[in-house]
C-alpha cells in the first residue's frame, strides 16, 4: 500500500493537478471567505448552522470568525474533491494505464487504499493551505470591516481551527469516496462525473424543494450539512452518521467492484 | 560439363534445414528438461454466450521466443490478459512460474508486459511514468536509465510523453516491461500501428531482448515478423489452438524446391525422375513444383544438399539441361493457411 500511495503521489505531482485543482480550492477558500466578509451584516440575522451564507459582524468575532469562510468553503471543495477521486480513477482506464498498475501492483486492494490515501493526503494539505490563507485573508478583512479578533486567537479560537480543519478533511474523505467508487463502477470520466455531479448538485437540491426530509438522507446534503456543522433539517451527529454510512457503503461497493470485475479495456 | 545449379542454388540452401532441424531439437529438449513457463489447460473465457477463449491448452517452454500468432479477435490478447491477472478464467486453469492464474501476485513481479497500445499519463516525461511504476513494483531507481538506454530511449527520457512518435510509445512500454528484469516478457501486438522501419528496429529489439535470457511470449498478427523473431509457436483461431510446437516443425512441411529445364518439353521426364525419390512434384507455369515436406532425405544433416545433388546428377544423366534448382523456404503464412484449413494439429505437446 506504501508502494501504491508512492506511485499515486509521483503521479499527483503534475501542474494540472497542482495548479488546476489545487488552485480551484485554495480560489474557492479565498472567495468564500471575502465574500463572508464583504457582506458581513451589522443587523442581526437568522444564523442557524451552515444554513446561510450571511454572518453578522458580530459572529464574525466569535471564536470560530477566523475560519467563518474557511468553513463554508468546505462544502464546495467537497465538489471539487469529488471530481478529482473521480478523475484520478476513471482516466487510469482511459487512458489504459489501468492495466500497468495492475501488473505492478496485482494485489487490487493495496492499489485501491494507496490510490485513496495519497489523495486524501493531497488534499489534506490542499486543505492546510486553503485554511491558512483563508485565515490570513479574514485578518486583513476584519481590520478593514472593523471586526474584533481578540476572540480569535485564544484557546477556544484556535480549537475553532483544528475542529475546522478536522471537520473540512472528514467531509472531503466523504466526497472523495464516494467520488472513487462512482470512478470505478462507470470507469468512465463523462459517465461518472454527469452521474455524479447531476445528482450531487440540482438534482438533490430540486428533490428537497418537494420533499423536507431529503436534507436528512440524500448523501449530497447530508455531507453539505456535515460540512456546515449541522443545519436547522439535520443535526450534526445525524448527519455525520448518515453521511458515514454512506461513505462506508461506497467504500464497500467500489472496493468489491474494482477487485472482482475484468480489466479489458 | 558445368552444371547450372551452382549459380542459382549455393551451398546455403541447405544450411536453413539443418538449422531448423537443429533448432527443434533445442527447443524440444528445453522444454522436456526446463518445464513450461506458461502451461494452460482448458483455458476458457465467456461473455455472456460468446466464447472467446475456448479450452486452450498451451504450454510455453523456458527460454525460447514464442509466437502466439491469431488472426484478429481469435482471442490472443483475452489470453493473456487471463495469463496476467486482468481477466478471470470462466474455466479451465493455468499456471505460469508454477503458480496458478488466480493467484497473479504470486508470479508477477517476474514478468515484464506489454498489452494492447502502451499506456502512460501524457504530462508526464518517459523517466517520470518509468518512475511510477518503480514505485508501484518496488523495483530499483536506479533500473529507469539502464532500460531507458535498452530500448534506445535515453536522450528522450525527460521529454513529455505526449511528444513520443509511436515507435517510442511502444519502445517506452517495453522499457516499462522490462524494470522488474523479468524471466519472461510478454508483448501483445508490438509492431502494431509501426511503420516498416519501426518494425525492423522492433524485430531487431525483441530479438536482443531475447538474448539476455528471458523467456518471450509475442503475440501477433504479422506472420512474417513472428516467423522470424520466433523459435516456438502456439496458433489459435476462434479461441482454439491448432498448432503449438517449435516453428520450424511447422515450416518443414511447406518447403518447396522448384526446377526448370532448358526445354520445357523435358519438364514431363523430369518429373518422372524426381519421383522415384518419393517426391511428388506439378507442372506448372513452365517449372516442376516439388514439395519437400515427405523428403526422408532433410531429416539427416546436410541432406537438402544431397538431394538437389542426386537430382542434378540423374537429370544430366537423362540429357535434361536443368536452368533452375531453387528451394523456396515456407513462410509461416502458407503453414498457417494450411493449419486452419485442416483440423486441429498437434505439435510437439
Known sequence: ??????????????????????????????????????????????????????????????????????????????????????????????????????????????????????????????????????????????????????????????????????????????????????????RSTPLALGIGLAWLAPLEHLIQLSWSGAGNWLPGLVFAAVAAGGTTITTYPRALITALAYAALALAAGTLSFLRRDVSI | MTSPIDAVNGPAASEPADLDQKKIEKVDAGAKTVGPVVETRGLTKRYGSRTVVDALDMQIPAGVVAGFIGPNGAGKTTTLRMLLGLVRPSGGSGQVFGRPLDAPAGYLPRVGALIESPAFYPELSGERNLAVQVALGGHNMTRVPVVLERVGLADRGSDRYRTYSLGMKQRLGIAGALLGDPTLLILDEPTNGLDPAGIRDMRNLVRSLAEDGPTVLVSSHLLAEVQQVCDWLVVIEKGRRVFQGPTARLLAGHDELTLACENPADLPRLQTLVARRGLAATVGTGRLHVALADAPALDTPGGLTRLLGEINRAAMAEQVTLVELSVTRASLENGYLALTAEPPTEGAS
Open chain 1, 1 to 186: 500500500m506504501i508502494r501504491s500511495m508512492h506511485a499515486e503521489l509521483l503521479k499527483l505531482r503534475r501542474p494540472a493537478i497542482i495548479y488546476g485543482a489545487g488552485g480551484a480550492m485554495l480560489g474557492f477558500a479565498l472567495l468564500a471567505t471575502i465574500l463572508t466578509y464583504a457582506t458581513a451584516t451589522t443587523a442581526a440575522v437568522s444564523f442557524v448552522g451552515g444554513d446561510s451564507l450571511t454572518s453578522t459582524v458580530g459572529q464574525l468575532g466569535q471564536p470560530g470568525g477566523l475560519t467563518r469562510g474557511f468553513t463554508i468553503a468546505a462544502g464546495f471543495i467537497g465538489l471539487l474533491v469529488f471530481v478529482l477521486f473521480t478523475t484520478s480513477i476513471t482516466s487510469e482506464y482511459g487512458l489504459g494505464t489501468i492495466r500497468v498498475l495492475l501488473l505492478k501492483q496485482p494485489r487490487r486492494a493495496r492499489l485501491l487504499a494507496g490510490k485513496l490515501l495519497a489523495l486524501l493526503a493531497c488534499v489534506a494539505a490542499v486543505l492546510l493551505a486553503a485554511e491558512l490563507i483563508s485565515g490570513v485573508a479574514a485578518i486583513v478583512l476584519a481590520h478593514t470591516r472593523g471586526i474584533p479578533t481578540a476572540n480569535w486567537f485564544t484557546a477556544a479560537g484556535l480549537r475553532h481551527v483544528a475542529s475546522d480543519y478536522a471537520n473540512a478533511l472528514l467531509v472531503a474523505s466523504l466526497f472523495g469516496t464516494v467520488g472513487m467508487t462512482v470512478g470505478v463502477l462507470t
